[in-house]
Every structure is written in C-alpha cells, then in structure tokens.
Nanobody, 127 residues
Framework: AVRLVDSGGGSVQAGGSLRLSCAASGTATYSPNCMGWFRQVPGKEREGVAYIYPSGDSTSYSDSVKGRFTISQDNANNTVYLQMNNLKPDDTAMYYC???????????????????WGQGTQVTVSS
C-alpha cells in the first residue's frame, strides 16, 4: 500500500513562505496518478488547494491559493512539494497530502476523492 509522509509545516509571519513535502513509499505495487494537497481548520470541511497529474505534468489550484502556491513533483524521489509564498493568516490550517488514481487527467482536480492521506503538517501564519 502507498504510504504518505507530510513535512515542512511551521509558523511564519504574513508574507512569508514555506515548502511542504510529501514523501510517498510503496509505489512499486500501487502507483498513484493524481496527487494533491488539502487543508483543514477545526470546525470546517477539508479544502483541496492544489492537484498534480504527474504523467501529464498538469496542475490546478483553488482560487484561494492561485498565484501564491505551486505544486510540483520529484519523480526520482517519489516526492510532491507545495511551495507556499505570500502566506496569509487565512492559510493557517493543517495541511494533508493525498494520493489516488483517476481514469482521466481532467478528473485530477477539485472533484477528486483521494484514497490515501498523509498524517498532516500544521501551518500557522501570524499577522
């Protein structure tokens, strides 16, 4: 089974940057073709913020982070990154990496339901 380990969270001031990492293992027997980053604050639903379809090098973002966050992949190390720039207090949340498979590239986006989740990494942005 695929296992995801999230890291890179922390506390920064507004306007700062962080880079989250998601290391995947176990992909020899199950290779996801859609990966993404989600975030959640207590009392609210989990929100998808960025998605990547590695084989097509296709990415998409929620409107709330577009232009500030960048999702990327390192296939050699089975790692997906989320570069977060110009962070805002509203970005404060627990961030989760997710993985799964889709039948079409266009389905790797905000309607996608992942099957595997990381443990989460906390991001806190102060004003």
């Amino acid at each position: 089974a695929v296992r995801l380990v999230d890291s890179g969270g922390g506390s920064v001031q507004a306007g700062g940057s962080l880079r989250l990492s998601c290391a995947a293992s176990g992909t020899a027997t199950y290779s996801p073709n859609c990966m993404g980053w989600f975030r959640q604050v207590p009392g609210k639903e989990r929100e998808g913020v960025a998605y990547i379809y590695p084989s097509g090098d296709s990415t998409s973002y929620s409107d709330s982070v577009k232009g500030r966050f960048t999702i990327s992949q390192d296939n050699a190390n089975n790692t997906v990154y989320l570069q977060m720039n110009n962070l805002k207090p509203d970005d404060t949340a627990m961030y989760y990496c997710a993985a799964g498979r889709v039948s079409r590239q266009s389905w790797c986006g905000d309607k996608w339901a992942p099957t595997t989740w990381g443990q989460g990494t906390q991001v806190t942005v102060s004003s």
